[in-house]
């Protein structure tokens, strides 16, 4: 079993920054994709932000240019620089990850989720 755990959310103004951070821990063998999605009320989960083991990413086209994700393998942790934040980036955002066993087995794993609110 693998907790993913996250922190950083919280209440600012439009413009200002945040930084998410998930940890993953557990009976952990590897970790592959990492990512972040965001949920709205009245709205689907979306994808953010993804990051491979080996640093490639992938952005939302709402968020480029804007947000960065990162990740320290060797904490098995993922980031997510929330810069020039609007009102419409206000959601809970859930940590994903993508854990291996020593067998290969895959499984994916969610975060509790962070609320990110920016005010206008």
């Known amino acids: 079993q693998v907790q993913l755990v996250e922190s950083g959310g919280g209440l600012v103004q439009a413009g200002g920054s945040l930084r998410l951070s998930c940890a993953a821990s557990g009976s952990i063998f590897r970790i592959g994709n990492m990512g972040w999605y965001r949920q709205a009320p009245g709205n689907q989960r979306e994808l953010v932000a993804a990051?491979?083991?080996?640093?490639?990413?992938n952005y939302a086209d709402s968020v480029k240019d804007r947000f960065s994700v990162s990740r320290d393998n060797a904490k098995n942790t993922v980031y997510l620089q929330m810069n020039s934040l609007k009102p419409d980036d206000t959601a809970v955002y859930y940590c994903n990850a993508q854990a291996y066993d020593i067998n290969g087995f895959r499984s994916d794993y969610w975060g509790q989720g962070t609320q990110v609110t920016v005010s206008s």
């Open positions: 990051i491979t083991r080996g640093g490639n990413t």
